[in-house]
């Protein structure tokens, strides 16, 4: 099964690649009978300005001769050779990309692919989170499932909660490390942006309150000197 979704990826891919070079034949063949079209219509005007007199007799015949030599051009076997010479580079072009994307795909898999890895389970992800904040959230959770009366580690989880606007964890990440570790200014003032952020940005009296506590427990505290004016 997982042989066939590839086949039929790389199949989807080359030929999501390769379609405009297939139009590109019958492109060409539109641009000459436009060219011829735009040539013809310049004589047709070339004559009405003539006999209107906004152009002179020598000057019609020099513009006359130039015209007819470039719709001539334009409307030999020339264009046809060159339109066949650019279609068949164009298939060439196409077959090199059709056998390149899988042969390329498959040895870089080759390479650096792992088909026979096993996947890891959680318990192994968890045990090496390294920069996945999800992972370091997962375990940081478990632990503290395990441990609930760990107070640092929901001081460490709660502005975390809040980083990722996970309002209502962060606001009982806060509480957990008040009731444990005891008040301080950082953990007051978390949990009162806590509270201002999940109200849209309404200071309510809990979180007045809990600004106002910060203030006193560290004097001059812009963050909380700053809700409490928004308050008022």
Known sequence: MFWILV????????????????????????????????YRDQLAELERERASGLIGETEAEYARAEIGRRLLAAASGKSEQD??????????????????????????????????HPDMPLEARLENPGSDMNLLIAKAERHLAQNPADGAGWDVLAPIYFKTMRFGDAEMAYRNAIRLLGDSPERLTGLAET????????????????????????PGNPRARFYLALAL
């Open 195 to 218: 509270l201002v952020t999940a109200n849209q940005g309404i200071v309510t009296q809990e979180a007045q309150s809990a600004f106002a506590d910060a203030e006193k427990l560290r």
């Open 7 to 38: 086949a039929i990826l790389t199949a989807a891919v080359a030929i999501i690649l390769t379609h405009p070079l297939m139009r590109s034949k019958q492109s060409a063949i539109v641009d000459g009978e436009g060219e011829v079209a735009v």
């Open 83 to 116: 339109t066949a010479l650019t279609a068949r580079r164009h298939s060439v072009i196409a077959s090199l990309v059709t056998a390149a994307l899988p042969i390329t795909g498959l040895c870089l898999y080759l390479f650096m692919g792992s088909p026979n």
